[in-house]
């Protein structure tokens, strides 16, 4: 073994587990990591922000699966990584953040911008955990790598105080296993079968643990051959893609849609990687009344709207492929909710040709799907857009629409899209975020030029929190909303400031030709789009109308 210092052993354990980046800002107390990275395989981006680095490493871990890492120094630094780390935490998102902190020798005494680091991010992780002797780095990064990437993913912390992270040790890092994969019982296939042999009207809700396992063949060869229709949380698009005849595509907006009519005429409900967090069982499920089969990696949250009749438990696609071998669901009648889509498929395509300005959300957001292959990726920031891509943008495969719907924080996206270009750079991307959400992470725009990521950013333009001002006029009446506006610089002015390129949508037909440039330009590019927010108060006046026919 070589005599190093613990920096450079703990980098040594990151190169181990596969890592490709590290996303973050310098500091006093990170320069032994800064400098073991210089001589690392592993390329640091500098960001402009912690929370932008946290995103990144956020995104960039549920895209692959594999944990994103994130640095920051101690005090204010730490702090500005928590919100990425605490969306990665609830979005199921593998991610490591690693933190400077003061000496040991000096925590016990009041000392300048020290936190107790480890008790400030247990609450947003997994796990928590400080370098506390140099010998124990292999161990504890292979420990915070296992549980980070372990189902249900999340992120961990780790805690490097700067004594020992110069401390001499001889180390090196710990072999990696591959876990071995978990099978359902019989029983609870056998239990699953009969139960969806004997339904009438079943319904299947699939989310995000279906991408995590890699399932999404499977659950679509599972509708296909019981011929039951299928929807997707916001999390779980592109688990079926949206083209298949049993797809209802998202369910999930807190109003009632058309997808809702099949919930409420359902006889069981077979629930696919769902985590709960994604869309709250008391949605579709109030009265606790309708029998559940929840199928997962892990068992059930406890809920009193999401008692399942059966737990399939283990890999996603076994369980499913053995229910398919004993489940039979011949001579059954069609399902009702299958007769929703054709309501469905009419809303959407009903904009197709809209050319009101400014730009009615759905239009905006069809003719993104038109220029967007199919496994371009659209990462959605969080806000008034949000819950329209969520309805109307439909996907062909998993990861290809990433939505935050666990922690759900403003400011995702523009990070968010520097990290999938860097996964997938033959890929288009846009990151769509309201002007509220472009000016929380705005400045990392300069971060994906330096690095060269080249992606669109696609502004919806109301002048204010659209999403705030939607609730607050459903819940005290229209124009009763307040604290919601705010004034915006030149968008296009600010990129071309910025060296990107810079463009403003002027009408409906502009749109597509202004996007379709961006998306060719070989530097980020930014697209300035007024939206005409006044759909908000119609959707909600025609959810509110919305009568199910059976």
Request: glycine share 8%; hydrophobic share 40%; net charge negative.
């Amino acid at each position: 073994m070589n005599t190093m210092n613990t920096a450079e052993l703990l980098v040594k354990c990151l190169e181990n587990e596969g890592v490709q980046y590290v996303f973050g800002l310098p500091g006093e107390e990170n320069l032994h990591v800064l400098e073991a990275l210089k001589n690392s395989s592993i390329q640091f981006i500098t960001t402009r922000h912690e929370q932008g680095a946290a995103f990144m490493a956020d995104v960039y871990g549920r895209l692959t699966g594999k944990a994103g890492v994130c640095l920051s120094t101690l005090g204010p630094g730490a702090t500005n990584l928590m919100t990425g780390v605490a969306d990665a935490n609830l979005d199921g998102a593998p991610l490591v953040a690693i933190t400077g902190q003061v000496g040991t020798d000096r925590m016990h005494i009041e000392s300048h911008q020290y936190l107790d680091l480890v008790a400030m991010f247990a609450p947003v992780t997994k796990w928590s955990k400080q370098i506390v002797r140099p010998s124990i780095t292999p161990e504890l990064v292979r420990k915070a790598f296992k549980k980070s990437q372990s189902e249900k993913p999340g992120a961990v912390h780790i805690d490097l105080p700067e004594n020992i992270a110069a401390m001499p040790v001889e180390g090196e890092p710990l072999r990696i296993d591959k876990p071995d994969r978990t099978f359902a019982s019989f029983a609870s296939i056998r239990a699953a079968a009969a139960a969806i042999s004997q339904a009438v009207n079943p319904i299947i809700l699939v989310g995000n643990g279906a991408i995590r396992a890699l399932a999404s063949d499977a659950v679509t060869q599972f509708a296909t051959q019981l011929n039951i229709p299928t929807a997707n949380t916001f999390m779980g698009k592109g688990v079926i893609p949206y083209t298949h005849p049993l797809a209802l595509w998202a369910v999930g907006l807190q109003q009632r849609d058309f997808v809702s009519c099949g919930f409420d005429n359902t006889d069981l409900v077979i629930c696919i990687g769902y985590d709960l967090i994604e869309f709250s069982p008391k949605k579709w499920n109030p009265n606790g009344k309708i029998p559940i089969i929840h199928i997962g990696a892990n068992s059930a949250e406890i809920d009193s709207s999401y008692i399942p009749t059966v737990e399939v438990v283990g890999d996603i696609s076994d369980s499913l492929n053995e229910i398919l071998k004993v489940a039979d669901r011949h001579g059954k009648a069609k399902p009702y909710s299958l007769t929703l889509r054709d309501n469905i498929r009419e809303d959407y395509e009903q904009y197709a040709s809209d050319d009101g300005f400014p730009i009615k959300p759905q239009k905006l957001i069809y003719d993104m799907r038109q220029v967007m292959g199919p496994e371009d990726i659209v990462i959605s920031d969080v806000g008034a857009h949000k819950m329209w891509i969520a309805r109307h943008y439909h996907a062909h495969s998993p990861n290809t629409c990433i939505i935050s719907n666990g922690f759900a924080a403003m400011g995702i996206a523009i990070p968010g899209a520097l990290a999938a270009k860097l996964v997938h750079p033959n890929r288009k991307v846009i990151a769509a975020t309201g002007d509220g959400g472009f000016m929380m992470n705005c400045q990392e725009l300069e971060t994906a030029l330096r690095v060269g990521t080249p992606f669109v950013t696609l502004i919806f333009n109301d002048g204010g929190y659209g999403l705030i001002e939607w609730k607050q006029e459903n819940h005290f009446g229209k124009g009763r909303s307040s604290f919601v506006h705010f004034g915006n610089p030149d968008f296009v002015k600010f990129a071309e400031s910025m060296g990107l390129k810079g463009y403003r949508v002027t009408s409906a037909t502009d749109f597509i030709p202004v996007l379709k440039e961006a998306l060719a330009q070989d530097v980020p590019a930014v697209i300035d789009c007024p939206v005409d927010y006044r759909e908000n108060a119609r959707f909600s006046q025609k959810a509110g109308d919305l009568t199910c026919n059976v």
